[in-house]
């Protein structure tokens, strides 16, 4: 045995039981798991509180430029696992964990995945993170602690049912409540006009509604090899924890929903906007991350300078899309008012900070509020809002006086509506895109005027993933194959990848890797038989998931549920494939798993009937003798980052199938092509620059329309998609089931399908039939399948492929995306934890941890 490594497993022993018995009042032997997971928790913590420490001295110290990120969603995953992964300290906890009679697994499972996000947008904040932590970038992080998260998810017999997301029903060690650093947030009230020193507007606000927001610190950690690491701070901010944002008097008075409203403005992450209550929520959640972020941002900036001539050099804000685009109008407010800068001074200052980065393409997407609900909530950052944009406009008539419709396409405030793109674009001194398509979308489309009138802010960054959550944490048999033949470099230098591509070719790396992906598909397996039960109309668990075949194709698409990502065209092409194997029995076909997975929006009800369409498919299909365990399809309950991390590894085939020209980037697929499955995708997002860096020769299962085609269709009004249904009768025969009841067992799922029916093909639905081109590329991706088919009935062959895709990935790591940023936007620099800081934070611990009082 490792003499060193024993002798680090007996520390932890001790300190666990140390915590056991001063925290939980429990001898070890005596605790329950949960008991021990939280003890051995705090005994993980010590050592990352000493470099939570070190790295936010060292940084006040070298007075460095921060990085201060402000986003509406995070999705870490489970905290405990992925401490232990970047503290490289697998071994040694596993080690602790045997030597105490626990089981890893259990210990690892009493924590709940935090429900601080949806879907990309969080997960991608969550990576940056990790890659900031590990580079040693000098940033704090700022979102809201969700009470209930978005929702659970549940399936009742198809029927997606929200439940709460009780994710806080237990203590969280991983987060530390600061009192002190509270702060208060005032909405609505009547201003009055006065002037600052410098003769500029600034606006007081008499009888405003006041409420309190209290920070919770979650530290996040890089990875490090030495135990000299960084940390980065996530603070959320919370309105439950503060009883004065309670109001007694309108509970007395029977006013029960407005007494809680503010006590529940961090409770649910995008409550419901077709109502005025949930706009106004919404809007009021916006601002609270907003408003208590610049307080501490500008308190944290004080705190080290005796004036704001270093601010514009010192800070950097980063808005993760337009939800917290406020910041331009707040910071302005309060540079003016509470610290005398000057009008014109202020303006600069917030453009210097604030950099704005855009993650959608679709106009229905880009955010714009009410001017009626902004002025009498935010009635002194609307005036500011409004001055704002009558300067901006006046500079853009100086230069085009004869074009009053640019004008108005750029204005921030036009029919009523502010519009939170144009905001951030004005009061940012950057504009980026997130894939290098979407970044020409938004330069030559979405955003043309402005990319004319300021060409030097935009700039693409492509996103990324952390390759040590999505290959190191969640597929560790794959990450021992690449180390075992290029080293460990690659954990924080993904470009070492590459090197991989030598080995794709080597017939006995071909059979370890089919081994591995064999042993991950038995892993979900195991997964969904234990946790993915089906349930009755009633929610009740009925019946275990169907019998799938580990050596079956996994054939998976996991993402939030929209139409422009297409699961409708994935259900129709797999209904297609029944068809046919219920009317050739004896056809020689692969045996094919299809796994869905991922929520959609509470109010999006066609989101919703595309998850019934699966799930009844589904039902059909799982129980149909005459194609048996040829084709079955999963539907994964609640997707997570946990479930993420068992079902990724597993995957043969990764369904990228947006409709050419609307997503954004994407990262799922990056994290499928990460952990060896191959892609079948569109010419859209993020693919076409994972195509390039694979190359053709090992890009195999590409398909459908470009950007430019779908575009002609639009403009040419071309596209007819009941002129498919009429000529090709594979389609026709399939969409014919969605309204002759063939998966819909009473009236109710009829009406659902039938409604699905008509939105491909009658033009009443939003002014188009098949609004996302789904008809039009189904038959090129019905063939493109065949040749998925062909591919996997050659293992080896298939396991070149997917090598070599592992290998391409190398751009993809967030580590290049963070670097990007740093270089292009930010102009930031690492900072490592000085180690004489360091050690004597170090030696003080040691010392102060020998204290007892007997």
């Known amino acids: 045995m490792n003499i060193n490594l024993d002798y680090q497993a007996e520390m932890l022993i001790a300190k666990t039981k140390h915590y056991l018995i001063t925290t939980m009042g429990r001898v070890y032997d005596e605790a329950n798991a949960d008991e021990f997971y939280h003890a051995l928790c705090q005994t993980l913590r010590e050592e990352i509180m000493i470099n939570w420490l070190a790295t936010s001295r060292t940084q006040i110290a070298k007075d460095v430029r921060v990085l201060y990120y402000l986003s509406m969603e995070y999705l870490p995953g489970r905290i405990l696992s992925n401490n232990i992964t970047n503290l490289n300290a697998d071994d040694v906890v596993r080690l602790v964990l045997h030597k105490m009679n626990r089981n890893f697994s259990d210990i690892i499972s009493r924590e709940q995945d935090p429900g601080l996000g949806n879907g990309g947008l969080g997960r991608l904040a969550s990576c940056f993170l990790d890659s900031l932590a590990t580079h040693h970038y000098p940033a704090q992080a700022y979102g809201l602690r969700y009470q209930y998260g978005i929702f659970e998810q549940q399936l009742w017999d198809g029927l997606q049912i929200e439940t709460p997301d009780c994710w806080l029903l237990h203590e969280n060690p991983w987060e530390f409540r600061r009192d002190l ?19 500029d507007e600034i606006y007081t606000v008499q009888n405003f509604e006041e409420v309190w927001a209290l920070p919770y610190d979650v530290p996040i950690i890089g990875y490090s090899k030495n135990g000299n690491f960084s940390v980065v701070t996530l603070r959320l901010w919370t309105t439950k924890e503060t009883p004065s944002n309670f109001l007694l008097q309108r509970y007395n ?31 009021k959640q916006e601002f609270l991350l907003v408003s208590a972020t610049i307080q501490d941002i ?45 009008w014109k001074t202020a303006v600069d200052i917030t453009m210097a900070c604030t950099g704005y980065t855009n993650h959608t393409i679709l106009s229905e997407a880009l955010e714009q509020w009410e001017q009626p609900l902004i002025s009498s909530l935010l009635p002194r950052q609307y005036k500011i809002i409004e001055r704002l944009n009558y300067e901006f406009c006046n500079v853009i008539r100086k230069q085009y006086p004869d074009n009053e419709d640019k004008i108005r396409r750029m204005s921030i405030l036009e029919n009523g509506k502010v519009r939170m793109a144009n905001l951030s674009i004005v009061g940012s001194h950057s504009v980026n895109g997130v894939a290098a398509l979407h970044s020409e979308i938004l330069k030559h489309d979405v955003f043309k005027d402005f990319y004319d009138f300021f060409p030097d802010r935009f700039f693409n960054v492509t996103n990324g993933v952390t390759q040590r959550r999505w290959l190191l944490h969640c597929n560790p048999e794959l990450a021992k194959f690449i180390t075992k033949r290029i080293g460990n470099g690659w954990i924080t230098d993904f470009n070492e990848i590459r090197k991989l591509a030598g080995f794709a070719s080597d017939g006995a790396s071909q059979e370890e890797f089919i081994t591995i992906k064999k042993k991950n598909k038995q892993r979900f397996i195991e997964f969904i038989n234990q946790e993915n039960k089906l349930r009755n109309k009633k929610g009740e668990v009925f019946a275990p998931p169907p019998i799938v075949d580990v050596h079956s194709l996994f054939d998976v698409q996991v993402k939030r549920i929209h139409e422009y990502k297409r699961q409708f065209m994935n259900i129709l092409n797999i209904i297609m494939l029944y068809q046919d194997l219920c009317s050739n029995p004896h056809h020689e076909r692969i045996k094919r798993t299809c796994i869905f997975g991922g929520k959609a929006a509470a109010s999006y009800e066609l989101a919703k009937d595309i998850i019934r369409l699966i799930s009844c498919v589904a039902r059909r299909v799982n129980k149909d003798p005459l194609v048996g365990n040829l084709l079955k399809i999963i539907y994964i309950e609640n997707y997570n980052v946990t479930r993420a991390e068992i079902v990724i590894p597993a995957a043969d085939l990764s369904e990228q199938i947006s409709t050419a020209g609307t997503e954004a980037s994407g990262t799922g697929n990056m994290k499928f092509a990460m952990n060896g499955a191959l892609t079948i995708g569109t010419h859209d997002g993020a693919n076409i620059e994972m195509h390039e860096e694979v190359t053709d020769q090992w890009w195999p299962f590409s398909f459908g329309c470009t950007t430019e085609q779908i575009n002609a269709m639009k403009h040419n009004h071309s596209y007819s998609p009941r002129e498919i249904y009429e000529k090709n009768p594979k389609i026709k025969k399939a969409l014919d089931s969605l309204q002759d009841r063939t998966f819909a067992l009473d ?14 093909l009658d033009s009443s639905y939003q002014n188009t039939a098949d609004r996302y081109f789904i008809l039009k590329d189904l038959e090129s991706y019905h063939e493109t399948q065949k040749r998925v088919e062909e591919l996997y009935s050659k293992p080896s062959q298939w396991a070149e492929y997917a090598i070599h895709n592992i290998a391409g990935m190398a751009k993809f790591s967030t580590d290049n995306s963070i670097e990007n940023y740093s270089k292009l936007i930010w102009g930031i620099e690492p900072c490592q934890a000085d180690p004489e800081i360091l050690e004597r934070i170090r030696n003080e611990y040691r010392v102060a941890d020998q204290c007892r009082i007997y």
């Not at 009236?747 to 491909?760: G, N, P, S």
């Open 253 to 283: 008075a029977g006013k029960l929903d407005e007494a809680a409203e503010n006590v529940a403005l961090t409770d649910v992450l995008y409550p419901s906007d077709y109502h005025e209550t949930g706009k106004r929520v919404r809007l």
């Open 747 to 760: 009236d109710d799922e009829h009406d659902v399908f039938t409604k699905l029916y008509h939105k491909l």
């Open 298 to 342: 500008i308190r944290h900036y004080l705190a080290n300078h005796s004036n704001f001539r270093s601010f514009a050099d010192k800070v950097r804000i980063q808005i993760n899309d337009t939800h917290p685009a406020l910041v331009i109008p707040e910071l302005i407010r309060i540079l003016t008012k509470t610290h005398d800068i000057p």
């Open 181 to 199: 650093r509270k702060v208060v947030i005032k909405y609505g009230g009547k201003i009055s006009e006065a002037k600052n020193i410098h003769n």
